[in-house]
């Protein structure tokens, strides 16, 4: 019903900056929420950051907080992520995601469509 596809991560040295981006295709109407989590090895998955589609209100993760911003583009159904002074912390899978339904958007069991992840790395 919806796909979505991440690019734009890479291999970063600490304090540089990444903008992944995630296209949103299919029954694009359906979606309520977008949010991007991240994975590192070993550890469970995380949230990052998250909007409320209609509304454009954001929440980030207090980790992020500051460094990571949210836009989007309607006419293309793409959202961003603005990754500015990257950490070594923040190296990890990073997925797009999105909802149906309004909820915890913090939580993974809100979102019903994923992406395939996107590496982010950045190195001491």
């Known amino acids: 019903q919806v796909q979505l596809v991440e690019s734009g991560g890479g291999l970063v040295q600490a304090g540089d900056s990444l903008r992944p981006s995630c296209a949103a295709s299919g029954r694009t109407f359906l979606i309520s929420n977008m949010g991007w989590f991240r994975q590192a090895p070993g550890e469970q998955r995380e949230f990052v950051a998250a909007v409320t589609w209609n509304f454009g209100r954001t929440l980030y993760a207090d980790s992020v907080k500051g460094r990571f911003t949210l836009s989007r583009d309607n006419a293309k159904n793409t959202l961003y992520l603005q990754m500015n002074n990257l950490k070594p912390e923040d190296t990890a899978v990073y997925y797009c995601?999105?909802?149906?339904?309004?909820?915890?958007?913090?939580?993974?069991?809100?979102?019903?469509?994923w992406g395939q992840g996107t590496q982010v790395t950045v190195s001491s």
């Open positions: 995601a999105a909802s149906r339904s309004n909820g915890m958007v913090m939580s993974t069991t809100l979102y019903d469509y």
